[in-house]
């Protein structure tokens, strides 16, 4: 082989291996980038689950309902399943700093339940919102400030003059200043002078019954704190209440006082609202056939068989009966249909300062959510923790 022939190829040779060699480094720096790549997107999934979990626990302690209420005092039921009983002022108490009242108004305004007369909110965040837009309402934005505050605190029931002279200083205008012309930060401000004349003072809480987040989803233990011997006490007196809802005759005398014509606190709070629907007739399998031809049929109807469908989809999510069920089971007892109760009607709103609830027998009403029938569960499936999932150390988490 002459030179110039080895020579052609041994600088093939030499770019064969610089090939190779350049081959080898972009799949090696490729592995790297995508090793980069999978450690970033779990250092993003590690994030985003103790952000997650955060926010779960974070929500598990906003207020889910009322169970009951009395002078000084308010016992709610959390998202997380807890029950607090909280004592203080009664804006501390119930997340509801401008002590506004319950009625149609709170309601639309995140309101949760009442504690005989004013509202009770989830956070004290959705409280002073709803100051807030309250003050902006019609009847507010038509006033002056000063009248805007007598109308929210009247005379009857607070030192209205001084609550005047408060707000006014606080927001830097005179208390003629028509509301109409206050900016949202004024507006804002003249909340926040509200929540100091209202008490806002804090609570002391005593909390029952276990976080079923905790240790379900935060891997930490399930804690429960042991009820005192009052709480015991109110437990079994709520109870004995439930029981005479249904049957007082088996109760004995003046286990259950209720409205007190004397003008004093009853001392007893209800537990729950009157059962008002009977109990679940049991099905047989020929009415549960019928009641899904009754809903087949109904379906294929021209012109309104769609519409039927989604009627009878919407009551099945809502856990209530199909159109062919009500059919089936009016023809099964003799009865028709029929509807469900009233629901009653909603007070007035407005903002009130602290005042002595007269009618103690408070009976929140409760109804069942989403949350209760779908989410509201403790899954005894052991779940990882993050530093079983994700090897790293999560003491904050127990």
Known sequence: MSDAARRADLAQSARASENASMSTYNAARSLSQQNAQRADLAQQARTAEEQSMNSMADWGKEVKSVVAAGPGWTSVELNNGQIETRKGDRASRNNNPGNIEAGDFAKKAGAVGTDGRFAVFSTKEDGFKAISSLLGTSRYSSKTVEGAISSYAPPSENNTASYVSRVASAIGVSKDTPMSSLTSTQRDAMARAITGVEGNTGYAKTTTGTDRFASTYMGGKATSTAPSAAERNAATTQEAAKAQQNDPS?????????????????????????????????????????AGAIDVGLGMLPGIGTAVSVVNGGLALTGNKTLGERIAG????????????????????????????????TVPEKTESFEDRYIKFVDPTKRPTPAEKWNYDTGGYA
């Open 330 to 361: 009016s023809i099964a007892t003799g009865e028709g249909a029929g509807s469900g109760p009233d629901s009653g009607k909603d007070h007035l709103g407005g903002g009130r300062g602290e005042q002595i609830v007269k009618d103690k027998s």
């Open 250 to 290: 088996g109760l004995p005398p003046g286990t259950y006082r209720g409205y007190d014509p004397s003008g004093l606190p009853a001392e007893t709070p209800a537990a729950g609202p009157v059962p008002t629907s009977r109990p679940e007739r049991p099905r047989s399998l020929t009415e549960k056939v019928a």
